[in-house]
Protein backbone atom coordinates (compact mmCIF):
# COMPACT_ATOMS: atom_id res chain seq x y z
CA UNK A 1 0.00 0.00 0.00
CA UNK A 2 1.04 3.32 -0.97
CA UNK A 3 0.77 5.50 1.49
CA UNK A 4 2.13 9.44 1.14
CA UNK A 5 1.96 12.23 3.82
CA UNK A 6 0.47 15.63 2.32
CA UNK A 7 0.49 18.72 4.16
CA UNK A 8 -2.12 20.96 4.86
CA UNK A 9 0.47 23.70 3.76
CA UNK A 10 0.48 21.94 0.21
CA UNK A 11 -2.92 21.76 0.21
CA UNK A 12 -3.44 25.31 1.18
CA UNK A 13 -0.65 26.00 -1.44
CA UNK A 14 -2.50 24.48 -4.13
CA UNK A 15 -5.73 26.30 -2.79
CA UNK A 16 -4.43 29.48 -3.15
CA UNK A 17 -3.09 28.98 -6.78
CA UNK A 18 -5.98 27.78 -7.81
CA UNK A 19 -8.59 29.86 -5.87
CA UNK A 20 -7.25 32.96 -6.40
CA UNK A 21 -8.44 35.29 -4.12
CA UNK A 22 -10.83 33.22 -1.99
CA UNK A 23 -9.39 33.00 1.28
CA UNK A 24 -11.72 30.68 3.05
CA UNK A 25 -11.35 27.54 4.90
CA UNK A 26 -13.39 26.29 2.14
CA UNK A 27 -10.31 27.06 -0.21
CA UNK A 28 -8.41 23.92 0.24
CA UNK A 29 -11.81 21.61 -0.87
CA UNK A 30 -12.37 23.90 -3.42
CA UNK A 31 -9.00 23.49 -5.27
CA UNK A 32 -9.19 19.80 -4.68
CA UNK A 33 -12.53 19.65 -6.65
CA UNK A 34 -14.02 18.12 -3.60
CA UNK A 35 -17.60 19.44 -2.21
CA UNK A 36 -18.67 18.80 1.54
CA UNK A 37 -20.44 15.93 2.26
CA UNK A 38 -23.76 17.67 3.82
CA UNK A 39 -23.57 20.31 0.83
CA UNK A 40 -22.72 23.20 3.32
CA UNK A 41 -19.83 25.33 2.94
CA UNK A 42 -18.36 25.14 6.67
CA UNK A 43 -16.25 22.07 6.48
CA UNK A 44 -12.75 22.09 5.88
CA UNK A 45 -9.86 19.44 4.91
CA UNK A 46 -7.85 18.62 8.08
CA UNK A 47 -4.53 19.45 9.06
CA UNK A 48 -2.81 16.56 7.27
CA UNK A 49 -4.00 13.77 5.24
CA UNK A 50 -2.94 10.36 4.06
CA UNK A 51 -3.56 9.30 0.44
CA UNK A 52 -4.41 5.94 -0.21
CA UNK A 53 -4.18 5.02 -3.72
CA UNK A 54 -5.37 1.74 -3.25
CA UNK A 55 -9.08 -0.14 -3.28
CA UNK A 56 -10.28 -0.76 -0.58
CA UNK A 57 -8.27 1.37 1.93
CA UNK A 58 -7.96 0.50 5.42
CA UNK A 59 -8.37 2.53 8.14
CA UNK A 60 -7.24 0.81 12.25
CA UNK A 61 -9.52 1.45 14.52
CA UNK A 62 -6.93 1.51 18.22
CA UNK A 63 -7.76 2.39 21.79
CA UNK A 64 -8.69 5.25 21.04
CA UNK A 65 -7.58 6.82 17.62
CA UNK A 66 -8.38 5.87 13.90
CA UNK A 67 -5.30 5.52 12.24
CA UNK A 68 -4.48 6.82 9.61
CA UNK A 69 -7.18 9.93 10.89
CA UNK A 70 -7.26 11.81 8.24
CA UNK A 71 -7.17 9.88 4.53
CA UNK A 72 -7.95 10.86 1.02
CA UNK A 73 -9.31 8.51 -1.45
CA UNK A 74 -10.52 8.81 -4.65
CA UNK A 75 -14.28 8.61 -5.24
CA UNK A 76 -15.48 4.70 -5.43
CA UNK A 77 -13.29 3.70 -3.00
CA UNK A 78 -14.09 1.10 -0.37
CA UNK A 79 -12.62 1.98 2.94
CA UNK A 80 -12.96 -0.71 5.20
CA UNK A 81 -12.50 0.18 9.07
CA UNK A 82 -10.89 -2.46 11.61
CA UNK A 83 -11.63 -2.91 15.10
CA UNK A 84 -7.77 -3.76 16.17
CA UNK A 85 -7.79 -2.21 20.26
CA UNK A 86 -8.99 -3.68 22.81
CA UNK A 87 -11.66 -1.62 23.39
CA UNK A 88 -15.49 -1.36 22.03
CA UNK A 89 -15.69 0.94 19.75
CA UNK A 90 -17.64 2.70 16.71
CA UNK A 91 -17.79 4.80 13.90
CA UNK A 92 -20.56 7.80 13.12
CA UNK A 93 -20.70 10.10 10.74
CA UNK A 94 -20.97 13.31 11.89
CA UNK A 95 -23.42 14.69 9.59
CA UNK A 96 -25.53 12.09 10.09
CA UNK A 97 -25.53 10.23 6.74
CA UNK A 98 -26.63 6.67 6.18
CA UNK A 99 -22.86 4.79 6.84
CA UNK A 100 -21.54 3.95 10.01
CA UNK A 101 -21.28 0.95 12.48
CA UNK A 102 -22.61 0.93 15.73
CA UNK A 103 -20.65 -1.11 18.80
CA UNK A 104 -22.33 -4.09 18.26
CA UNK A 105 -20.87 -4.81 15.00
CA UNK A 106 -17.49 -3.70 15.85
CA UNK A 107 -16.15 -5.44 18.23
CA UNK A 108 -12.77 -6.15 18.55
CA UNK A 109 -11.41 -7.79 15.87
CA UNK A 110 -14.47 -7.03 13.26
CA UNK A 111 -14.55 -4.87 10.41
CA UNK A 112 -16.96 -2.66 8.84
CA UNK A 113 -16.78 -1.09 5.04
CA UNK A 114 -18.85 1.57 3.15
CA UNK A 115 -18.03 2.78 -0.39
CA UNK A 116 -17.75 6.24 -1.05
CA UNK A 117 -18.79 7.20 -4.28
CA UNK A 118 -19.42 10.90 -4.13
CA UNK A 119 -16.20 13.25 -3.71
CA UNK A 120 -16.90 15.57 -0.55
CA UNK A 121 -15.23 15.62 2.78
CA UNK A 122 -16.59 13.17 5.41
CA UNK A 123 -15.60 13.39 8.98
CA UNK A 124 -16.48 10.35 11.41
CA UNK A 125 -16.13 9.77 15.36
CA UNK A 126 -16.40 7.14 18.06
CA UNK A 127 -18.89 8.36 20.06
CA UNK A 128 -17.53 6.15 22.99
CA UNK A 129 -13.91 7.79 22.89
CA UNK A 130 -14.46 11.48 20.98
CA UNK A 131 -17.32 14.42 20.47
CA UNK A 132 -17.78 15.36 16.95
CA UNK A 133 -14.66 17.23 16.88
CA UNK A 134 -12.17 15.98 19.43
CA UNK A 135 -10.80 12.82 20.50
CA UNK A 136 -11.69 9.66 18.78
CA UNK A 137 -12.16 11.14 15.32
CA UNK A 138 -11.22 10.76 11.56
CA UNK A 139 -12.02 12.36 8.13
CA UNK A 140 -12.48 10.40 4.44
CA UNK A 141 -11.30 13.29 2.06
CA UNK A 142 -13.35 11.79 -1.05
CA UNK A 143 -11.49 13.45 -4.57
CA UNK A 144 -13.43 13.61 -7.48
CA UNK B 1 -8.92 35.86 34.21
CA UNK B 2 -12.05 33.80 34.17
CA UNK B 3 -13.72 37.97 35.58
CA UNK B 4 -12.17 39.05 31.80
CA UNK B 5 -13.65 35.87 30.17
CA UNK B 6 -17.31 36.14 32.15
CA UNK B 7 -17.38 40.27 30.52
CA UNK B 8 -16.01 39.03 27.12
CA UNK B 9 -19.00 36.87 27.82
CA UNK B 10 -21.52 39.20 29.10
CA UNK B 11 -20.98 41.96 26.26
CA UNK B 12 -21.21 38.73 23.44
CA UNK B 13 -24.37 37.85 24.65
CA UNK B 14 -25.36 41.06 24.69
CA UNK B 15 -24.48 41.69 21.25
CA UNK B 16 -25.96 38.21 20.25
CA UNK B 17 -29.42 39.42 22.22
CA UNK B 18 -29.64 42.83 19.87
CA UNK B 19 -28.41 40.99 17.24
CA UNK B 20 -30.93 38.61 17.17
CA UNK B 21 -33.19 37.95 14.35
CA UNK B 22 -35.28 35.54 15.24
CA UNK B 23 -34.57 34.58 19.50
CA UNK B 24 -33.23 30.94 20.48
CA UNK B 25 -35.04 29.08 23.29
CA UNK B 26 -33.25 30.03 26.57
CA UNK B 27 -30.28 27.46 26.85
CA UNK B 28 -29.02 28.16 30.53
CA UNK B 29 -29.67 31.84 30.55
CA UNK B 30 -32.42 31.68 32.94
CA UNK B 31 -29.45 29.93 35.55
CA UNK B 32 -29.37 32.65 38.55
CA UNK B 33 -25.62 31.02 38.77
CA UNK B 34 -24.59 32.26 35.21
CA UNK B 35 -23.59 35.91 34.81
CA UNK B 36 -25.04 36.42 38.37
CA UNK B 37 -21.67 37.70 40.26
CA UNK B 38 -23.88 37.29 43.83
CA UNK B 39 -22.49 33.03 43.17
CA UNK B 40 -19.55 33.98 42.52
CA UNK B 41 -18.96 31.61 39.53
CA UNK B 42 -20.57 29.01 41.23
CA UNK B 43 -23.79 26.86 39.17
CA UNK B 44 -25.81 25.04 41.76
CA UNK B 45 -27.64 21.79 40.31
CA UNK B 46 -30.19 21.16 40.93
CA UNK B 47 -31.03 25.02 42.00
CA UNK B 48 -29.85 26.25 38.66
CA UNK B 49 -29.97 23.63 36.23
CA UNK B 50 -31.77 20.46 36.88
CA UNK B 51 -28.97 18.44 35.24
CA UNK B 52 -25.23 18.22 35.43
CA UNK B 53 -24.85 18.07 31.98
CA UNK B 54 -26.68 21.75 31.77
CA UNK B 55 -24.99 23.25 34.40
CA UNK B 56 -21.53 22.58 32.64
CA UNK B 57 -23.05 23.58 28.99
CA UNK B 58 -23.52 26.82 30.61
CA UNK B 59 -20.39 27.08 32.58
CA UNK B 60 -17.47 29.12 31.72
CA UNK B 61 -13.52 27.98 32.48
CA UNK B 62 -13.08 28.75 36.30
CA UNK B 63 -16.86 28.24 37.31
CA UNK B 64 -17.44 25.61 40.30
CA UNK B 65 -20.11 23.50 39.56
CA UNK B 66 -22.00 22.47 42.90
CA UNK B 67 -24.19 19.21 43.10
CA UNK B 68 -26.38 18.68 45.33
CA UNK B 69 -27.25 14.92 46.68
CA UNK B 70 -29.19 12.85 44.16
CA UNK B 71 -29.01 10.10 41.80
CA UNK B 72 -28.48 11.97 38.18
CA UNK B 73 -29.18 9.41 35.04
CA UNK B 74 -26.98 11.46 32.43
CA UNK B 75 -23.98 10.32 30.73
CA UNK B 76 -22.08 14.14 31.19
CA UNK B 77 -19.66 15.37 28.15
CA UNK B 78 -17.60 18.34 29.33
CA UNK B 79 -15.44 19.82 26.49
CA UNK B 80 -15.49 23.34 28.48
CA UNK B 81 -11.41 24.00 30.03
CA UNK B 82 -10.89 24.56 33.55
CA UNK B 83 -14.11 24.12 35.52
CA UNK B 84 -14.20 22.44 38.90
CA UNK B 85 -17.31 19.97 38.63
CA UNK B 86 -17.97 18.69 42.58
CA UNK B 87 -20.73 16.64 44.57
CA UNK B 88 -21.47 18.23 48.34
CA UNK B 89 -21.24 14.56 49.71
CA UNK B 90 -19.32 11.96 47.87
CA UNK B 91 -21.94 8.84 48.70
CA UNK B 92 -25.41 10.49 47.89
CA UNK B 93 -23.93 12.84 44.86
CA UNK B 94 -24.52 9.42 42.00
CA UNK B 95 -24.61 9.35 38.80
CA UNK B 96 -26.01 6.32 37.47
CA UNK B 97 -25.68 4.76 34.22
CA UNK B 98 -28.46 2.14 34.68
CA UNK B 99 -25.98 -0.23 32.49
CA UNK B 100 -27.28 1.59 29.12
CA UNK B 101 -25.36 4.73 29.29
CA UNK B 102 -22.13 4.72 28.35
CA UNK B 103 -19.65 7.04 30.61
CA UNK B 104 -20.25 8.66 33.90
CA UNK B 105 -18.05 11.73 33.05
CA UNK B 106 -16.23 12.44 30.04
CA UNK B 107 -13.73 15.18 29.60
CA UNK B 108 -12.97 15.33 26.09
CA UNK B 109 -10.18 18.02 25.40
CA UNK B 110 -10.83 20.52 27.98
CA UNK B 111 -7.70 21.44 29.81
CA UNK B 112 -7.89 21.60 33.85
CA UNK B 113 -10.96 19.86 34.32
CA UNK B 114 -11.26 18.55 38.06
CA UNK B 115 -14.09 16.38 39.34
CA UNK B 116 -14.32 15.77 42.89
CA UNK B 117 -16.62 14.07 45.74
CA UNK B 118 -18.79 12.07 44.07
CA UNK B 119 -20.05 8.39 43.04
CA UNK B 120 -20.26 7.25 39.55
CA UNK B 121 -22.04 3.45 38.76
CA UNK B 122 -23.62 1.40 36.62
CA UNK B 123 -22.02 2.68 33.32
CA UNK B 124 -21.32 0.39 30.51
CA UNK B 125 -17.93 1.69 29.45
CA UNK B 126 -15.76 4.59 31.97
CA UNK B 127 -16.65 6.22 35.25
CA UNK B 128 -14.90 9.34 35.23
CA UNK B 129 -12.89 10.07 31.75
CA UNK B 130 -10.43 12.52 30.97
CA UNK B 131 -8.93 12.32 26.79
CA UNK B 132 -6.58 14.53 24.80
CA UNK B 133 -6.14 16.78 28.12
CA UNK B 134 -3.64 18.81 29.49
CA UNK B 135 -4.30 18.62 33.62
CA UNK B 136 -6.66 16.92 34.87
CA UNK B 137 -7.53 15.66 38.96
CA UNK B 138 -9.80 13.13 40.45
CA UNK B 139 -11.00 13.43 44.33
CA UNK B 140 -12.36 11.99 46.08
CA UNK B 141 -14.45 9.78 43.50
CA UNK B 142 -16.31 6.45 44.03
CA UNK B 143 -16.60 4.20 41.21
CA UNK B 144 -18.69 0.72 40.75
CA UNK B 145 -20.03 -1.72 38.41
CA UNK B 146 -18.28 0.08 35.34
CA UNK B 147 -18.03 -2.39 32.61
CA UNK B 148 -14.68 -0.69 31.15
CA UNK B 149 -12.39 1.49 33.63
CA UNK B 150 -13.55 3.09 36.78
CA UNK B 151 -10.87 6.18 36.32
CA UNK B 152 -9.69 6.97 33.20
CA UNK B 153 -7.21 8.97 31.78
CA UNK B 154 -6.09 8.56 28.32
CA UNK B 155 -3.98 10.64 25.90
CA UNK B 156 -3.72 13.20 28.75
CA UNK B 157 -0.92 14.72 30.70
CA UNK B 158 -0.65 16.99 33.93
CA UNK B 159 -3.31 14.95 36.18
CA UNK B 160 -3.56 13.76 39.66
CA UNK B 161 -5.94 10.43 40.72
CA UNK B 162 -6.42 10.96 44.57
CA UNK B 163 -8.65 9.66 47.60
CA UNK B 164 -10.82 7.83 45.17
CA UNK B 165 -11.81 4.47 45.17
CA UNK B 166 -12.65 2.05 42.73
CA UNK B 167 -14.45 -1.18 42.37
CA UNK B 168 -16.03 -3.81 39.91
CA UNK B 169 -14.98 -3.09 36.39
CA UNK B 170 -12.98 -5.73 34.03
CA UNK B 171 -10.57 -3.91 32.82
CA UNK B 172 -9.03 -1.74 35.57
CA UNK B 173 -10.23 0.48 38.52
CA UNK B 174 -7.37 3.00 37.61
CA UNK B 175 -5.91 3.56 34.20
CA UNK B 176 -3.69 6.10 32.73
CA UNK B 177 -2.85 5.36 29.40
CA UNK B 178 -0.70 6.49 25.96
CA UNK B 179 1.11 9.17 27.19
CA UNK B 180 4.91 9.97 27.13
CA UNK B 181 5.86 11.85 29.67
CA UNK B 182 2.03 11.56 31.58
CA UNK B 183 3.75 14.08 34.97
CA UNK B 184 0.88 12.37 36.53
CA UNK B 185 0.54 11.06 40.45
CA UNK B 186 -1.91 7.94 41.86
CA UNK B 187 -1.83 8.24 45.41
CA UNK B 188 -3.99 7.17 48.27
CA UNK B 189 -6.34 5.30 46.05
CA UNK B 190 -7.97 2.22 46.84
CA UNK B 191 -8.99 -0.48 43.97
CA UNK B 192 -10.35 -3.88 44.32
CA UNK B 193 -12.59 -6.08 42.96
CA UNK B 194 -11.40 -5.20 39.40
CA UNK B 195 -10.21 -6.71 36.98
CA UNK B 196 -6.61 -5.26 37.28
CA UNK B 197 -6.32 -2.53 39.97
CA UNK B 198 -4.31 -0.52 37.79
CA UNK B 199 -2.97 -1.15 34.12
CA UNK B 200 -1.19 1.97 32.04
CA UNK B 201 -0.41 0.68 29.05
CA UNK B 202 2.25 3.08 27.00
CA UNK B 203 1.98 5.41 29.67
CA UNK B 204 4.94 6.49 31.92
CA UNK B 205 7.20 9.44 32.50
CA UNK B 206 7.16 11.13 35.74
CA UNK B 207 4.27 8.69 36.51
CA UNK B 208 4.05 7.84 39.97
CA UNK B 209 1.72 5.08 41.66
CA UNK B 210 2.39 6.09 45.59
CA UNK B 211 0.38 5.34 48.55
CA UNK B 212 -2.31 3.21 47.73
CA UNK B 213 -3.91 0.32 47.88
CA UNK B 214 -4.64 -2.43 45.32
CA UNK B 215 -6.56 -5.77 46.46
CA UNK B 216 -8.49 -8.43 46.06
CA UNK B 217 -8.33 -7.68 41.77
CA UNK B 218 -7.43 -10.65 39.90
CA UNK B 219 -4.01 -8.81 39.13
CA UNK B 220 -2.87 -5.97 41.25
CA UNK B 221 -0.48 -3.48 39.39
CA UNK B 222 -0.38 -3.95 35.64
CA UNK B 223 1.89 -1.62 33.56
CA UNK B 224 1.74 -3.09 30.11
CA UNK B 225 2.99 -2.44 26.16
CA UNK B 226 0.93 -3.23 23.04
CA UNK B 227 0.53 -1.70 20.13
CA UNK B 228 -3.25 -1.68 20.66
CA UNK B 229 -2.83 2.13 21.74
CA UNK B 230 0.11 4.60 20.41
CA UNK B 231 3.20 5.67 22.20
CA UNK B 232 4.49 2.12 22.79
CA UNK B 233 6.27 0.76 25.07
CA UNK B 234 4.77 1.29 28.68
CA UNK B 235 8.23 2.70 30.05
CA UNK B 236 9.20 5.27 33.43
CA UNK B 237 6.53 4.46 36.14
CA UNK B 238 7.10 4.73 39.61
CA UNK B 239 5.40 2.37 41.99
CA UNK B 240 6.22 3.18 45.45
CA UNK B 241 4.77 2.53 49.23
CA UNK B 242 1.61 0.82 48.04
CA UNK B 243 -0.05 -1.99 49.81
CA UNK B 244 -0.92 -5.07 47.22
CA UNK B 245 -2.56 -7.78 48.36
CA UNK B 246 -4.73 -10.97 47.65
CA UNK B 247 -5.17 -10.14 44.07
CA UNK B 248 -6.17 -13.72 43.55
CA UNK B 249 -9.85 -12.95 43.51
CA UNK B 250 -11.84 -15.40 40.99
CA UNK B 251 -15.18 -14.08 41.04
CA UNK B 252 -14.04 -10.34 39.72
CA UNK B 253 -15.32 -9.17 36.07
CA UNK B 254 -12.07 -9.85 33.95
CA UNK B 255 -11.28 -9.17 30.60
CA UNK B 256 -8.61 -11.36 28.96
CA UNK B 257 -5.48 -9.77 30.07
CA UNK B 258 -6.63 -9.51 33.55
CA UNK B 259 -7.54 -13.43 33.38
CA UNK B 260 -4.04 -13.80 32.25
CA UNK B 261 -2.87 -12.25 35.05
CA UNK B 262 -4.79 -13.72 37.59
CA UNK B 263 -2.57 -14.24 40.88
CA UNK B 264 -0.01 -11.49 41.05
CA UNK B 265 0.73 -8.56 43.03
CA UNK B 266 2.71 -6.08 40.22
CA UNK B 267 3.36 -7.08 36.97
CA UNK B 268 4.72 -4.99 34.37
CA UNK B 269 4.45 -6.91 31.52
CA UNK B 270 6.36 -5.98 29.14
CA UNK B 271 7.45 -3.20 30.74
CA UNK B 272 10.33 -0.79 30.97
CA UNK B 273 12.71 1.42 32.99
CA UNK B 274 10.09 1.04 35.82
CA UNK B 275 10.74 1.84 39.57
CA UNK B 276 9.02 -1.00 41.84
CA UNK B 277 10.46 -0.34 45.72
CA UNK B 278 9.61 -0.04 48.88
CA UNK B 279 5.64 -1.82 48.33
CA UNK B 280 4.76 -4.44 50.69
CA UNK B 281 3.28 -7.18 48.63
CA UNK B 282 1.59 -10.36 49.98
CA UNK B 283 -0.88 -13.16 49.62
CA UNK B 284 -0.43 -14.15 45.66
CA UNK B 285 -1.13 -17.34 44.03
CA UNK B 286 1.98 -16.80 41.68
CA UNK B 287 4.22 -13.86 41.91
CA UNK B 288 4.35 -11.44 44.36
CA UNK B 289 5.99 -9.12 41.69
CA UNK B 290 6.06 -10.74 38.31
CA UNK B 291 8.32 -9.47 35.27
CA UNK B 292 6.75 -10.72 32.33
CA UNK B 293 6.89 -10.79 29.20
CA UNK B 294 3.10 -9.31 27.17
CA UNK B 295 2.75 -11.93 23.60
CA UNK B 296 0.91 -9.49 21.31
CA UNK B 297 -1.05 -11.23 18.55
CA UNK B 298 -2.01 -9.21 15.23
CA UNK B 299 0.11 -6.55 16.28
CA UNK B 300 -0.18 -2.72 14.38
CA UNK B 301 3.62 -2.88 14.69
CA UNK B 302 7.37 -3.99 15.95
CA UNK B 303 8.70 -3.09 18.99
CA UNK B 304 10.66 0.22 18.60
CA UNK B 305 14.52 0.21 19.79
CA UNK B 306 15.15 0.78 23.07
CA UNK B 307 16.91 4.29 21.52
CA UNK B 308 13.91 5.45 21.15
CA UNK B 309 12.51 5.38 24.80
CA UNK B 310 12.95 9.03 25.65
CA UNK B 311 10.69 10.23 22.39
CA UNK B 312 8.03 12.09 23.75
CA UNK B 313 4.49 10.53 22.79
CA UNK B 314 3.63 13.43 20.72
CA UNK B 315 6.30 12.43 18.54
CA UNK B 316 5.67 8.75 18.19
CA UNK B 317 1.82 9.12 17.35
CA UNK B 318 3.12 10.52 14.12
CA UNK B 319 5.56 8.28 13.39
CA UNK B 320 4.61 5.05 10.61
CA UNK B 321 4.00 1.73 11.48
CA UNK B 322 5.92 -0.83 10.07
CA UNK B 323 5.01 -2.50 6.86
CA UNK B 324 2.60 -5.12 7.67
CA UNK B 325 4.68 -7.76 5.92
CA UNK B 326 7.26 -7.73 8.10
CA UNK B 327 5.41 -7.47 11.42
CA UNK B 328 5.21 -11.31 13.16
CA UNK B 329 2.51 -13.02 14.00
CA UNK B 330 2.81 -12.73 17.63
CA UNK B 331 5.42 -9.53 18.75
CA UNK B 332 6.82 -10.00 22.40
CA UNK B 333 6.88 -7.43 24.58
CA UNK B 334 9.54 -7.71 26.93
CA UNK B 335 10.30 -6.66 30.51
CA UNK B 336 13.71 -4.90 30.60
CA UNK B 337 15.10 -2.34 32.44
CA UNK B 338 13.06 -2.38 35.51
CA UNK B 339 14.45 -1.84 39.15
CA UNK B 340 13.06 -3.89 41.91
CA UNK B 341 14.20 -2.44 45.42
CA UNK B 342 13.32 -3.15 48.71
CA UNK B 343 10.33 -4.11 48.59
CA UNK B 344 8.54 -6.53 51.51
CA UNK B 345 7.13 -9.37 49.71
CA UNK B 346 5.75 -12.48 51.24
CA UNK B 347 3.03 -15.50 50.94
CA UNK B 348 3.90 -15.91 47.14
CA UNK B 349 2.64 -18.99 45.45
CA UNK B 350 5.25 -19.50 42.46
CA UNK B 351 7.95 -16.85 43.81
CA UNK B 352 8.11 -13.14 45.31
CA UNK B 353 9.87 -12.08 42.62
CA UNK B 354 9.71 -14.00 38.93
CA UNK B 355 11.17 -12.88 36.06
CA UNK B 356 10.68 -15.33 32.66
CA UNK B 357 9.94 -14.75 29.00
CA UNK B 358 10.50 -16.18 25.77
CA UNK B 359 14.08 -15.02 25.49
CA UNK B 360 16.88 -15.01 27.66
CA UNK B 361 15.86 -12.68 30.64
CA UNK B 362 19.35 -12.61 31.81
CA UNK B 363 19.94 -10.07 28.90
CA UNK B 364 16.69 -8.04 29.63
CA UNK B 365 18.41 -5.42 32.20
CA UNK B 366 16.16 -5.66 35.24
CA UNK B 367 17.80 -5.54 38.33
CA UNK B 368 16.93 -6.46 42.05
CA UNK B 369 18.29 -5.29 45.04
CA UNK B 370 17.78 -5.29 48.97
CA UNK B 371 14.03 -6.87 48.70
CA UNK B 372 12.58 -8.98 51.77
CA UNK B 373 11.89 -11.94 50.36
CA UNK B 374 11.99 -15.89 50.59
CA UNK B 375 12.24 -16.79 47.05
CA UNK B 376 12.42 -15.93 43.68
CA UNK B 377 12.71 -17.30 40.09
CA UNK B 378 15.26 -17.74 38.90
CA UNK B 379 16.86 -18.61 42.40
CA UNK B 380 19.07 -16.21 44.16
CA UNK B 381 18.21 -13.49 41.53
CA UNK B 382 19.33 -10.25 43.39
CA UNK B 383 22.78 -11.92 43.04
CA UNK B 384 22.13 -12.62 39.41
CA UNK B 385 20.83 -9.12 38.80
CA UNK B 386 22.11 -6.87 41.62
CA UNK B 387 21.34 -2.87 40.88
CA UNK B 388 24.94 -2.30 41.80
CA UNK B 389 28.08 -4.14 40.68
CA UNK B 390 28.19 -7.16 38.24
CA UNK B 391 26.13 -10.21 38.59
CA UNK B 392 27.43 -13.26 40.01
CA UNK B 393 27.31 -14.91 36.94
CA UNK B 394 25.09 -17.63 37.69
CA UNK B 395 22.47 -19.80 36.69
CA UNK B 396 19.75 -18.52 35.10
CA UNK B 397 17.95 -21.51 34.56
CA UNK B 398 17.83 -22.89 38.06
CA UNK B 399 14.68 -22.74 39.32
CA UNK B 400 13.42 -20.84 36.38
CA UNK B 401 10.09 -19.53 36.20
CA UNK B 402 7.18 -21.76 34.81
CA UNK B 403 5.64 -19.64 32.09
CA UNK B 404 2.88 -23.07 31.92
CA UNK B 405 1.44 -21.65 35.08
CA UNK B 406 0.48 -18.39 33.64
CA UNK B 407 -1.50 -19.84 30.75
CA UNK B 408 -3.43 -22.06 33.02
CA UNK B 409 -6.99 -21.85 32.82
CA UNK B 410 -8.96 -19.22 35.47
CA UNK B 411 -12.05 -18.91 36.59
CA UNK B 412 -14.34 -16.85 34.00
CA UNK B 413 -15.34 -13.46 34.42
CA UNK B 414 -17.86 -12.29 37.16
CA UNK B 415 -20.60 -9.71 35.87
CA UNK B 416 -19.81 -6.82 36.56
CA UNK B 417 -23.25 -5.47 37.02
CA UNK B 418 -23.38 -7.60 40.04
CA UNK B 419 -19.99 -6.61 41.61
CA UNK B 420 -19.74 -5.94 45.63
CA UNK B 421 -21.28 -2.39 46.68
CA UNK B 422 -18.79 -0.78 48.61
CA UNK B 423 -19.31 1.11 51.99
CA UNK B 424 -19.73 4.68 52.08
CA UNK B 425 -16.37 6.35 51.46
CA UNK B 426 -14.24 9.62 53.12
CA UNK B 427 -15.56 12.77 52.01
CA UNK B 428 -13.62 15.77 50.93
CA UNK B 429 -13.29 17.96 53.60
CA UNK B 430 -15.57 21.43 53.09
CA UNK B 431 -17.09 20.19 50.12
CA UNK B 432 -19.95 23.04 50.19
CA UNK B 433 -18.11 25.95 50.73
CA UNK B 434 -14.53 25.58 49.19
CA UNK B 435 -13.36 27.58 46.13
CA UNK B 436 -13.42 26.20 42.76
CA UNK B 437 -9.63 24.49 42.07
CA UNK B 438 -9.73 23.41 38.29
CA UNK B 439 -6.65 21.18 37.42
CA UNK B 440 -4.35 23.84 36.73
CA UNK B 441 -1.37 22.98 39.61
CA UNK B 442 -0.97 19.22 38.98
CA UNK B 443 0.30 16.85 39.75
CA UNK B 444 1.76 17.98 43.12
CA UNK B 445 5.37 17.01 44.05
CA UNK B 446 6.05 13.69 45.81
CA UNK B 447 8.22 13.37 48.10
CA UNK B 448 9.46 9.77 46.61
CA UNK B 449 12.33 8.86 48.97
CA UNK B 450 10.16 9.91 52.31
CA UNK B 451 8.02 7.15 51.52
CA UNK B 452 8.22 4.15 53.71
CA UNK B 453 7.13 0.20 53.25
CA UNK B 454 3.47 0.66 54.82
CA UNK B 455 2.19 -1.38 57.43
CA UNK B 456 0.46 -4.68 56.77
CA UNK B 457 -2.98 -3.98 57.70
CA UNK B 458 -4.43 -5.84 61.10
CA UNK B 459 -7.64 -7.15 59.42
CA UNK B 460 -4.88 -9.16 56.33
Known amino acids: MKRTIVSLLGLVLAAGSLAACGGDDDSAVAASGLSTSNGSSDESVPDDVVVIDTDPAEVTALDNSFRPENIEVPAGTEVVWTNKGRNEHNVLHVDGDDWGVEVEDFQPGASYSHTFDEAGVYRYYCSIHGTTDAGMIGTIVVSG | ?460
Open chain 2, 1 to 460: MPTTRRLFAVLLAGALALAACGGDDDDGGSAEGEGDSSDGGTINVPDDHDTIQAAVDAAEPGDLILIQPGTYEESVSVTTDELTIRGVDRNEVILDGGFELDNGIRVTGASGVAIENMTARNYTKNGFFWTGVEGYRASYLTTYRIGDYGIYAFDSVKGLIEHSYTSGSPDAGVYIGQCYPCDAVIDNVVSEHNGLGYSGTNSGGNLLIVNSTFRFNRAGIVPNSGSYELCYPERDTTIVGNLVYSNNQADTPAIDVALLGMGNGILPAGGVGNTIERNRVFDHDLTGIGLLPFPEEDANDVVPPASDDDQPCSEAKGEPTADPATIPDTVVWNPRDNRVIGNVIEDSGMADIGIGSLVDVSGLGNCFADNDISSTAPTDLEALAPCDGQGSGGDWTAGALDLSKFLAEKPPSGDYKTSPVPDDQENMPDAEDAPARPATDVPRDIDVDAIEVPDRPSDA
